[in-house]
């Protein structure tokens, strides 16, 4: 009896999955606020180990390490260093979006992936150069939306792509804020965030992103036919270099979808609205929907169902990609996924430069 039950056991606890050992990250660069949010989380994540920070700003250094009760020998001045004595699994990256190229180049010759707030790049030149690297060493470049981790999103993707809808032939994004500066985000945060170079445009470039990440998932990751986008400065005594709030509408073949970024709102706002001919979904705040069916007289507001534990959040995604457990391709952080998105953005930033519509192709393979 007791051979049996020491065999049973032994069998029982090799059939269950393996626990995978977290993954080591670094965190480059402190400029970008979203930082902050990471390092609260960190604590409780199981999915990842933070090794190093690099920042050379020696008071962006002590300010995080007072404010977090980091280890200062956590702290590198350059990521090549870094890279060379510790080689993690990923660098996550909060610098400027302009500074994206050059972190993936750096990161991408020591083969180890990268996972950047959003968006990937400014320019579809820099799109494609880290699409090169990513391909060339072999690495996962995945980009970073807080609203990829909304239960109310996937819920809407899933209505949408199961066919519940019928054709989807309308989306509407809102999304944005009061603005940068009036919600109080750090001085070297706004900095960048208001440069035209370092962040690609304003409010068009800061918010209109997701909507363009939603979209282009639900799309099946086709680039649409055209770009049409408005932009203006509501206040230019505050945001004198770049736009304060935007309108985008992409065209495809049956749909359209109208991006409504902005730092114009009266409160913060992330919710979507999809038409289908067969009903209606939109999201409520960060897991909530209301959907409509043809037939119905009345509408149903609900809880959306959690998102499964590789999905819970930006660590555990990241760790169960680098662990082959889920494949990223086609995902709403993926790379593919991604290069349309800026697609969209750039031709957003010259339609409303010139006030023509841009017609766009997919990008070569």
Partial sequence: ???LLTFLLVATASSLPAQQAP???????LTHNHVAG???????????????IVEPDQA????YTTRFHLDPTLFYPDEAQMLNKLHPDAVLVYTSIYRHRRVIEIAAHHGVSAMVEKPLA?????????????????IQVLTNYETTWYSSNMEALNEAASGKLGEVRKVIVRDGHEGPKEIGVTPEFLDWLTDPVQNGAGAMFDFGCYGADMVTQMMHGQTPISVTAVAQTDKPGTYPRVDDDATIVLRYPHTQAVLLPSWNWSFSVKNMEVYGVNGTIFT???????????????ET???????SPEHATSLDYLAAVLHHQIDSKGDLSSLETNMVVVQILDAARRSAKTGQTIRLTPLPN
């Fill in 1 to 3: 009896m007791r051979r």
């Fill in 23 to 29: 993954i080591k990250v670094a965190i480059i660069g």
């Fill in 38 to 52: 990471f390092l609260s989380a960190l604590p409780r994540s199981h999915s990842a180990e933070l090794v190093a």
């Fill in 60 to 63: 962006l250094v002590q300010k």
């Fill in 122 to 138: 400014t320019t579809v030149e820099d799109a494609l150069s880290i699409r090169d690297l990513a391909r060339a060493n072999h």
């Fill in 284 to 298: 409520v705040a960060s897991d909530h929907i209301r959907t409509r069916y043809k037939g119905d007289k009345t």
């Fill in 301 to 307: 507001e609900s809880t959306a169902p959690p998102l």
